[in-house]
């Protein structure tokens, strides 16, 4: 074995340390910074969906009691309409 590996290796070990250091940390620190802005937006876009779904919900609450408060009378309008006939003709 050569006497030269040891001190080779000695002096890779360090170069290795101080370029981890010099770029992997920083990089980490940048990735991390990235996800943490890429959960807010997801998290905005969540918080976007369940207020729409909310609305949707509310509205469909609306269209319910409609349907089942004036439910006959809402299907007699309906059939009056189709046997109107189409302003457009």
């Not at 006497?3 to 981890?20: E, H, R, Y």
């Not at 992997?24 to 905005?44: M, N, S, T």
């Not at 309008?77 to 046997?83: A, G, T, V």
Request: some cysteine.
């Amino acid at each position: 074995m050569s006497p030269f590996i040891i001190p080779v290796l000695g002096i890779s070990c360090g170069l290795v340390a101080i370029i981890g250091g010099v770029f992997v940390k920083p990089w980490f620190a940048y990735r991390h910074r990235q996800l943490e802005i890429e959960g807010d937006k997801v998290a905005e876009k969540a918080a976007q969906y369940a207020a729409q779904t909310e609305r949707l919900e509310q509205r469909v609450r609306v269209l319910e009691r409609i349907v089942t408060d004036r439910g006959i009378d809402v299907a007699d309008e309906i059939e009056k309409l189709r046997d109107e006939p189409s302003p457009l003709n």
